[in-house]
């Protein structure tokens, strides 16, 4: 495919058909970023999937991975303003 | 959407300063560079530098999610492709190699960066530990590598790399140590994994 976007929410590029939600080029957000239902994952699922993901990777402690995961993630289009909302942990 | 031709030169000019900041890094090191050095040698002024990136901080970032996204497009587009192990480690000696300099000066300096530029790498290795997990896990299902936890399976590849780069002058003194010891490392790797 000729097009590539970058997951919203996660910042992954999306180069195949299988890597957007439900297969749908048309979708900004990515397969891993997607809920059951098709619609995309909350401020809160994202970041607790993602420093899960960290962890799992990279062995990093829990605190330290949720904050990379917060930082990477208020540079991206669709958390910008959730950030903000969300305070510290 | 049409882009105005305001914008296409705003991108270019912001696609510029990065790469020039990334041959900066490369040669000289994070700590050392200044934005100067680098609008001096992108030949624009260095307000030009601070109306792209606020800070120095927001530069390195900047560089580090491109070093970040070149390294994972070639990943991923292996990973999909359902390559084994090895061919998915020798994509990455081969990304790296592309930015060895880049990336040893990382290796060096992570320590005294900014909170969120060692924020912006760790996302980068996540995202490539997580493309060497889904070949790795594959094989250990199948029973050709023993079993290992994702994180200490890349942690023994990684460490075993940057303790190469951040002694290169060492270990290759005069040119690429991945050059030098990659696939020797890699085949090491490889035998430590192997299922008996």
């Known amino acids: 495919m000729d097009r590539m976007k970058i997951c919203v929410a996660c910042g992954m590029p999306m180069t195949e058909v299988a890597d957007f939600a439900l297969g ?3 979708k900004d957000y990515c397969v891993h970023c997607m809920r059951p239902d098709g619609t995309m994952q909350s401020y809160e699922e994202k970041l607790d ?3 899960a993901l960290i962890v799992r990777t990279q062995g990093l402690d829990q605190g330290v991975a949720r904050n990379a995961a917060r930082n990477m993630m208020a540079r991206l289009p669709a958390w910008k303003v959730d950030e903000a909302d969300e305070g510290t942990d | 959407m049409t882009k ?3 914008q296409l030169q705003k991108e270019q000019t912001r696609k510029h300063l990065i790469e020039t900041a990334f041959r900066q890094f490369a040669q000289h090191g994070f700590i050392t560079v200044r934005t100067a050095d680098i609008a001096q040698a992108a030949q624009v002024s260095h307000g030009t530098v601070f109306a792209h990136f606020a800070t120095q901080e927001a530069l390195f970032n900047a560089v580090i999610e491109e070093f970040g996204l070149r390294i994972s497009r070639r990943l991923h587009e ?3 492709g359902n390559r ?3 061919e998915v480690l020798e994509a990455h000696l081969k990304g790296l190699r592309e930015f060895e300099a880049f990336y040893t ?5 992570s320590r005294v960066l900014p909170d969120s530029t060692r924020d912006t790498f760790t996302i980068v290795q996540s995202t490539i530990s997580f493309h060497i997990s889904q070949a790795a896990e594959r094989e250990m299902d199948a029973g050709e590598q023993i079993p290992i936890p994702v994180h200490l399976l890349f942690n023994t590849w990684i460490g075993l790399l940057h303790y190469y780069l951040a002694n290169d002058d060492l270990f290759a003194p005069e040119g690429s140590v991945l050059e030098r010891y990659g696939q020797e490392l890699l085949e090491h790797f490889m035998r430590l994994i192997k299922a008996r």
């Open chain 2, 84 to 86: 084994g192990l090895r």
């Open chain 2, 78 to 80: 292996l990973a999909v």
């Open chain 2, 4 to 6: 105005t031709r305001r």
């Open chain 2, 105 to 109: 000066r990382w290796v060096v300096e």
């Open chain 1, 24 to 26: 749908d080029v048309e």
């Open chain 1, 49 to 51: 999937s993602l420093s």
